[in-house]
């Protein structure tokens, strides 16, 4: 008799208590991380007036959670992954807490701004792995694909909700939306410790004194072909069309056409749409069609959008173009995650899923950066061509016969990865 516990059962995933647990300590948190990023700028103005040093902001928490997502991989196979999500949790607690005492106190000051969500993008770049690889140890096989379609609902949803609650509670007072992010992460733990089930395999639990290597996540991805195709196109689908970037082009784009603030506003309302509507039917969508096909469509959606972005006149149409894009992105996560989660074992779960998170935040600010410069110097035509030329080479693995004959999920684990999950057999 081995002791393992037995796989989870095949419930419902909506009465599947310790997955719905971890949705919502996870939901949680990250409305309170939306609403802390629309005030951080907010109180910087406040203090400073630098509209520099507001947008700084954004790009050093973008570069902390991609650099503190290769350790945090490590982390989640080598310590208890509740163990871990809940310090992550504390530690924001204690930052944000203190943060608005400060703010109370008018003793906020543009480097204790700084720290702050500088700490809650480490924990932030330390606690994703985990919870990612948490998945495969709460739900059957069978719904893998389910689950991770459902966390693509909680950071749209979030962002649709933490926004507007940042600038709303900042005009309340300016230190309500940072001791109210305090709270949603006090709560984010107690979520945690409702899971009955452990988050990681017995032999990854035990494993504690064992030498991992943070380049294996690495390895893992080059040497299997399904994930490795999937990471090309990722990364150069998050140069050329993150949100914060694609935002950007389209904003200056706008500004170039005489558009006024109130249409500006409403094209990137129109665009940042696209992305919940792409994680309400993402479900469906994986469940009707082949992953070659949601590949295929996906990926040469891209070049198709940086060319109808270059000629079609007007404001508003850039944002409808651009909701289209990004309503591919929730689809395509929830199939990406699934493939993680099916063919790599528990005890490579966290490092494959840092070097996941760490290269496609690193392609971010590199897409960013380079749409400004390309926008300076030669105007928003030459920026969607670049964008179009990114995102056609990132389309290339549509080319292979590993993505023209793409199993799903289950079926790939089946052909190409051990059964590492836990046994149904008592007796092992």
């Not at 939306?177 to 410790?193: I, W």
């Not at 017995?202 to 030498?211: K, L, M, N, Y």
């Not at 991805?221 to 935002?247: E, K, R």
């Not at 016969?401 to 051990?418: C, K, M, S």
Request: charged share 10%.
């Amino acid at each position: 008799m081995t002791g393992r516990p037995a796989a989870p059962a095949t419930v419902s995933l909506l009465r599947n208590r310790d997955f719905q647990a971890l949705w919502i300590s996870q939901f949680l948190g990250t409305v309170g991380k939306e609403a802390a990023e629309v005030a951080y700028p907010l109180l910087i103005l406040a203090i400073t007036g630098s509209v520099t040093d507001a947008g700084l902001i954004g790009s050093v928490q973008l570069v902390t959670v991609g650099l503190l997502s290769i350790p945090g991989g490590t982390l989640a196979d080598r310590m208890d992954r509740r163990l871990l999500l809940l310090l992550c949790d504390g530690i924001r607690l204690a930052l944000f807490t203190l943060l608005g005492l400060l703010v109370l106190a008018g003793d906020a000051t543009l480097p204790v701004i700084f720290i702050t969500a500088i700490g809650s993008s480490a924990c932030l770049g330390l606690a994703s792995p985990p919870a990612l690889a948490a998945i495969k140890q709460l739900v059957p096989l069978s719904q893998v694909t389910q689950a991770t379609a459902q966390n693509q609902i909680r950071p749209f949803a979030a962002t649709t909700l933490g926004s507007p609650i940042g600038g709303t509670l900042f005009g309340i007072g300016r230190a309500v939306p940072f001791l109210a992010t305090a709270a949603t992460f006090l709560l984010s733990a107690v979520s945690l410790l409702l899971i009955r089930r452990p988050l990681q395999a017995p032999q990854t639990a035990a494993a504690g004194t064992e030498r991992r290597r943070t380049s294996e996540g690495f390895t893992f991805l080059l040497g299997q072909p399904i994930l490795l195709y999937w990471m090309i196109w990722v990364v150069g689908s998050n140069m050329a069309f993150n949100h914060t970037g694609a935002f950007l082009a389209v904003i200056a784009t706008a500004h170039q056409r005489g558009a006024s603030d109130a249409l500006v506003g409403l094209t990137l309302a129109v665009a940042g749409a696209g992305g919940l509507t792409g994680a309400l039917i993402a479900r469906p969508v994986l469940a009707r069609l082949r992953p070659s096909t949601i590949f295929m469509i996906a990926a040469w959606l891209g070049p198709a959008a940086a060319v109808a972005l270059a000629v079609v006149p007007g404001v508003l149409p850039l944002g409808v173009i651009l909701a289209v894009v990004f309503a591919r992105g929730p689809i395509c996560n929830a199939l990406f995650f699934s493939y993680v989660a099916t063919l790599v074992p528990d005890e490579l779960q966290g490092r494959v899923l840092g070097a996941v998170t760490f290269l496609s935040y690193l392609a971010q600010p590199v897409g960013i950066i380079g749409i400004g410069v390309v926008f300076d110097h030669a105007g928003p035509t030459w920026v969607y061509a670049a964008m179009g030329a990114v995102a056609t080479l990132a389309a290339l693995p549509t080319r292979t016969r590993v993505i023209r004959t793409l199993p799903t999920p289950e079926e790939a684990a089946a052909r190409f990865a051990p059964d590492t999950r836990p046994s149904t057999d008592p007796a092992g």
